[in-house]
């Protein structure tokens, strides 16, 4: 049986759980095998050229027993706990190899995914888009109450600093010259 999934352009915060059905044996020959070869036989398996083994897990579901999927997909993959709330069950009742794919895992490629046997979606999950913390302000200022006497814009004078000064100097050179009889006689 197969199935279509669609993987869109530069897709990301998306995590698919796929069951890998096959017999015991056979399913420990498909975990070897990605053990020893990479996710390529997970791609073939998808129908695309390839996948980043940075953002690919396959594993035996008796490897998180004593978690559960559930409880490892909220902690190891950070997936909120009302989304699996409904798939818990079933979740829990996947038994052989489960992969977990991320969206990162498709090189921001857009792909029409063909699920071919032995894999099987099982579900997705997206992650819910990142709200910055708002704490409330506690300065008074931030209330829009300013203490004291409204302020002023600071007055605009027409010379600088240094202009002023400048003009101090020559103002007491010119004393200088005057009173000290600089007419030459």
Request: charged share 20%.
């Amino acid at each position: 049986m197969t199935a279509r999934v669609e993987v869109a352009a530069h897709e990301r915060g998306v995590l698919r759980v796929f069951a890998v059905d096959l017999p015991p044996k056979e399913a420990r020959g498909f975990l070897r095998a990605f053990d020893e070869g990479g996710p390529e036989i997970l791609a073939e398996a998808l129908g695309v050229p390839g996948l980043n083994p940075d953002y690919v897990e396959l594993f035996a579901s008796e490897d998180i027993a004593d978690l559960g999927l559930p409880a490892y997909l909220v902690d190891g993959y950070g997936v909120s706990d009302p989304a699996l709330s409904s798939d818990a069950d079933r979740l829990d009742a996947l038994d052989g190899c489960i992969a977990v794919i991320v969206s990162a895992a498709f090189g921001g490629a857009a792909y029409d995914l063909t699920v071919r046997e032995p894999l099987r979606l099982v579900a997705t999950y997206r992650e819910p888009p990142a709200v910055p913390a708002m704490d409330t302000l506690s300065a008074e200022s931030a209330e829009g109450v300013v203490a004291g006497a409204a302020a002023e814009p600071p007055l605009k004078r027409g010379l600088s600093g240094w202009a002023v000064a400048l003009i101090g100097v020559v103002i007491a050179g010119v004393l200088v010259f005057l009173v000290g009889g600089g007419g030459g006689e």
